[in-house]
Antibody, heavy 123, light 109 residues
Framework: QVQLVQSGAEVKKPGASVKVSCKAS????????ISWVRQAPGQGLEWMGW????????NYAQKLQGRVTMTTDTSTSTAYMELRSLRSDDTAVYYC????????????????WGQGTLVTVSS | SSELTQDPAVSVALGQTVRITCQGD??????ASWYQQKPGQAPVLVIY???NRPSGIPDRFSGSSSGNTASLTITGAQAEDEADYYC????????????FGGGTKLTVL
């Protein structure tokens, strides 16, 4: 069965960096992309970006450009999301999700999700 | 602000039908996908594309689309359907970036 298992909770100080991992199993890792989604406390879902596990191509949310880097390690079927220059409003649960595409590219969907990683930014 | 607009809250009587909508210019070019999220849990995909349900999702969930509006319909709502629902699609910039609606809190009365 498909599983995405994320790394544990993190507490960081403002200005620091965090790197969250997402280990995939149960499918061919390079056949799907991975998107990262975050959710601040009591707020909605926010799409952060996407990485192709096939060739490493990325597409980041405009507001995070320059602060976020997404990578993959195909040898271990693991995706990573690094966020730098952390601020208090980066406090959120961070999810990885497997991204599929259908209908000749007219629909993107996230069919499997990790359990979430709480990142707390506090001085 | 989100490029996809959802009503913040909707309620439905047990066993009745409810429609949750999502509006945005990008929905004229892309289909939406819909996610159910219960407190403390990761989101779950319930509908994607024209009207596709992943395995394990009850057939009381259905999707539709017209113009700039995508809809999620629950026919015969159950108590366990009480949750937050989010639509997702691409933004309208042409850069294929993803965007979520603000979410709809569904209450089953």
């Amino acid at each position: 069965q498909v599983q995405l298992v994320q790394s544990g909770a993190e507490v960081k100080k403002p200005g620091a960096s965090v790197k969250v991992s997402c280990k995939a199993s149960g499918y061919t890792f390079t056949s799907y992309g991975i998107s990262w989604v975050r959710q601040a406390p009591g707020q909605g879902l926010e799409w952060m970006g996407w990485i192709s596990a096939y060739n490493g191509n990325t597409n980041y949310a405009q507001k995070l450009q320059g602060r976020v880097t997404m990578t993959t390690d195909t040898s271990t079927s693991t995706a990573y999301m690094e966020l730098r220059s952390l601020r208090s409003d980066d406090t959120a649960v961070y999810y990885c999700a497997r991204q599929g595409i259908a209908a000749a590219g007219r629909v993107y969907y996230f069919d499997y999700w990790g359990q979430g990683t709480l990142v707390t930014v506090s001085s | 602000s989100s490029e996809l607009t959802q009503d913040p809250a909707v309620s439905v009587a047990l066993g009745q039908t409810v429609r949750i909508t999502c509006q945005g210019d990008s929905l004229r070019s892309y289909y939406a996908s819909w996610y159910q999220q219960k407190p403390g849990q990761a989101p779950v995909l319930v509908i994607y594309g024209k009207n596709n349900r992943p395995s394990g999702i009850p057939d009381r969930f259905s999707g539709s689309s017209s113009g700039n509006t995508a809809s999620l319909t629950i026919t015969g709502a159950q108590a366990e359907d009480e949750a937050d629902y989010y639509c997702n699609s691409r933004d309208s910039s042409g850069n294929h970036r993803g965007v979520f609606g603000g979410g709809t809190k569904l209450t089953v009365l």
